[in-house]
T-cell receptor
Framework: DSGVTQTPKHLITATGQRVTLRCSPR?????VYWYQQSLDQGLQFLIQ???????AKGNILERFSAQQFPDLHSELNLSSLELGDSALYFC??????????????FGNGTRLTVT | GEDVEQSLFLSVREGDSSVINCTYT??????LYWYKQEPGAGLQLLTY?????DMKQDQRLTVLLNKKDKHLSLRIADTQTGDSAIYFC????????????FGAGTRLAVHP
């Protein structure tokens, strides 16, 4: 158990809808990261937050947004969903912000299916 | 930008050693990681190595880094059926932060 909690485990929704994925980092970790895992794109970095502030941005679509709250949990909001958004969404956390010796610990993911 | 490549599939006999290979392009990458993903599960951190090291050993796992060739390998000694999983190599590219760049993953199949 990595200590990173993601809810829900599974989500099935229709095209055009909006969903929210939630992540609670490991105790003591200040950084939260979101990754998308799909069959054709592999594991893609979406966004990183550190102590409530956006730290780094990757291949995140404009239809997607995220935030990190004062209690350090994070939410990833996906809107105007398309079939191609179906994927496994992982949250990870680390102790530091950008220090290299701060490995990422991953949650078990939320599997999103868009029908 | 950084690109990480791995072979997609490896099959070994139980009890043999497995060697999973990875190459990366950014010579400035400072940390390189190995993660394991079992079916339906998240990514489990196995080990990582700093770029000023050549080798790191942790029980049955040995990581070798050839910085000149930008080649990383993970050796699993005495491979067991429980080691069957997808193994991901990941690198931290130059520019800081922690946005790991992952390879496509190597599926390890262990057969009796």
């Amino acid at each position: 158990d990595s200590g990173v909690t993601q809810t829900p485990k599974h989500l099935i929704t229709a095209t055009g809808q909006r969903v929210t994925l939630r992540c609670s980092p490991r105790s003591g970790d200040l950084s939260v990261y979101w990754y998308q895992q799909s069959l054709d794109q592999g594991l893609q970095f979406l966004i990183q937050y550190y102590n409530g502030e956006e730290r780094a941005k990757g291949n995140i679509l404009e239809r997607f947004s995220a935030q990190q709250f004062p209690d350090l949990h994070s939410e990833l909001n996906l809107s105007s969903l398309e079939l191609g958004d179906s994927a496994l969404y992982f949250c990870a956390s680390s102790e530091g912000a950008g220090g290299y010796n701060s490995p990422l610990h991953f949650g078990n993911g939320t599997r999103l299916t868009v029908t | 930008g950084e690109d990480v490549e791995q072979s997609l599939f490896l099959s070994v006999r139980e009890g043999d050693s497995s060697v999973i290979n990875c190459t990366y392009t950014d010579s400035s990458s400072t940390y390189l990681y190995w993660y394991k993903q079992e079916p339906g599960a998240g990514l489990q951190l196995l080990t990582y190595i700093f770029s000023n090291m050549d080798m790191k050993q942790d029980q049955r796992l040995t990581v070798l880094l050839n910085k000149k060739d930008k080649h990383l390998s993970l050796r699993i000694a005495d491979t067991q059926t429980g080691d069957s999983a997808i193994y991901f190599c990941a690198a931290v590219p130059s520019g800081g932060y922690n946005k790991l760049i992952f390879g496509a993953g190597t599926r390890l199949a262990v057969h009796p």
